[in-house]
């Protein structure tokens, strides 16, 4: 047998541990046994026995599903499978400071995106007190437009009370894990391209936009709002 076809026989060597292929094999079957969000899973022991590993394999592997969210202990009832908080598993990852310059710059660019495009959510969902406290947060905000980029409390509350409007649990929660990261880069210097002098959106202009306005005109106002981020953003 020649050299080259006895090493085209030669199969890959599986190099993940023994913890790593229980947990995907635990995940595979999570998915397709029909398992709910509260269900119970076998005890250690009888998973133990049925993967033919050992229970301190088995506990390691569900630790890691803890830590996932996807599986949680509760007492008197066992293990359970979970609906993963994923703003929660975000947010341990989320560190501005041990974050490179290219995925900060990232983030900071999803939040404008995020901004854009939630102008139909709030369209469907504004009420006349959302719109009354909109206008009582502008009123301690400059009448100028000109060449400023807004105070951080201003856009914060301001924003802030935007995604809250969405009614929209998991949008909110995304807002607030990315907001460290926004501020980190806003404040940082990373961003360091001069603004360019231009006219733009304020705050109280967005919210005549709201009260007399449409989701496509929101959306346009917004991205002019913007304009200084993502032409710092885009140096």
């Known amino acids: ?105 990232n983030i900071f660019e999803i939040r404008l995106i995020l901004e854009i495009g939630m102008a139909d959510s709030i369209f469907k969902n504004i009420t006349d007190e959302d719109i009354l406290e909109l206008e009582n947060l502008t009123k301690q905000e400059p009448e100028s437009t000109d060449d400023i980029l807004f105070e951080i409390e201003h856009e914060i509350a301001f924003h802030g009370k935007l995604y809250e409007i969405t009614k929209n649990d998991s949008l909110k929660n995304f807002q607030t894990t990315l907001l460290p990261v926004f501020n980190f880069v806003y404040q940082s210097g990373l961003l360091s391209k001069k603004i360019k002098k ?33 032409n710092r953003l885009f140096e």
């Open 1 to 105: 047998m020649k050299k080259n076809s006895l090493i085209n026989q030669i199969q890959t060597v599986d190099t993940s541990s023994l913890v790593d292929r229980v947990e995907m094999q635990l995940l595979e079957l999570f998915i397709n046994s029909g398992l709910k969000t509260g269900d119970t899973i076998p005890k250690e022991l009888e998973l133990a026995s049925a993967m033919g590993v050992s229970r301190t394999v088995i506990r390691e592997s569900l630790t890691r599903l803890k830590a996932m969210g996807i599986v949680d202990s509760i007492k008197h009832k066992g293990t359970i499978l979970t609906s993963p908080n994923l703003t929660q598993i975000l947010q341990k990852s989320m560190i501005p400071k041990i974050l490179d310059n290219k995925t900060l710059k």
């Open 198 to 230: 231009k006219k733009h959106v304020s705050h109280k202009q967005l919210v005549e936009i709201i009260k007399n306005g449409n989701p496509k005109k929101f959306r346009e106002g917004m991205r002019k709002h913007l304009d200084n981020h993502f």
